[in-house]
């Protein structure tokens, strides 16, 4: 009865109702135990998967690296234990500087878009005037619809003295 149910499941994903009773019995395993489990799992994936393990990140690889290297050293469970919370805690840390570097990344980027935009939409209205049809020659030429562009007032020039006043220099230019 078992073969005829692990056949026809094969090739699915595992059960949910099998994958948490796994996990209700690894929970009462000591961390020695657990281990010898996850050896014996790590033999059948290599003898038996049906599938490609999920992919992990960079991180992970890491850390199950220095966890394989620490029990292959012979060292305790416990002290392996330890050193990998500690060593998650730390990637955890750098995954969420990860995070806050994406999240600045992305705020410029749409800041610089955003600002791109701004230049690009200010930019056209200088180029073509309102009322001016757009590629028109008055538009191009900035002048407005109704003729020639007027010249600015010229500037006022200054008051000159009243001639005979003292102003407290001499002809030649020098100070009395």
Do not use: H, W
């Not at 109702?17 to 657990?34: A, F, P, Q, Y």
Request: aromatic share 2%; net charge negative; hydrophobic share 40%.
């Amino acid at each position: 009865m078992r073969a005829a149910n692990a056949s026809a499941g094969a090739g699915d994903a595992m059960n949910p109702n099998l994958r948490d009773r796994l996990l209700r019995k690894l929970d009462t395993l000591s961390d020695e135990r657990g281990y010898q489990v996850l050896d014996y799992v790590d033999f059948l994936e290599s003898k038996y998967a049906e599938k490609a393990p999920s992919p992990v990140s960079l991180l992970q690889r890491f850390t199950d690296g220095v966890e394989d290297r620490l029990r292959s050293g012979g060292i305790n469970a416990g002290t392996v234990v330890e050193t990998m919370g500690l060593l998650n805690r730390a990637v955890g840390v750098l995954g969420g500087v990860a995070a806050a570097g994406m999240s600045v990344a992305t705020d410029v980027a749409n800041a610089g878009m955003t600002a791109a935009n701004d230049v690009a939409s200010a930019a056209s209205r200088i180029v073509t005037p309102p009322g001016a049809p757009a590629g028109s020659a008055a538009a191009a030429a900035g002048a407005s619809p109704a003729g020639p562009a007027t010249p600015p007032p010229a500037p006022p020039t200054p008051p000159t003295p009243p001639s005979g006043s003292q102003t407290g220099s001499r002809p030649d230019g020098s100070a009395s």
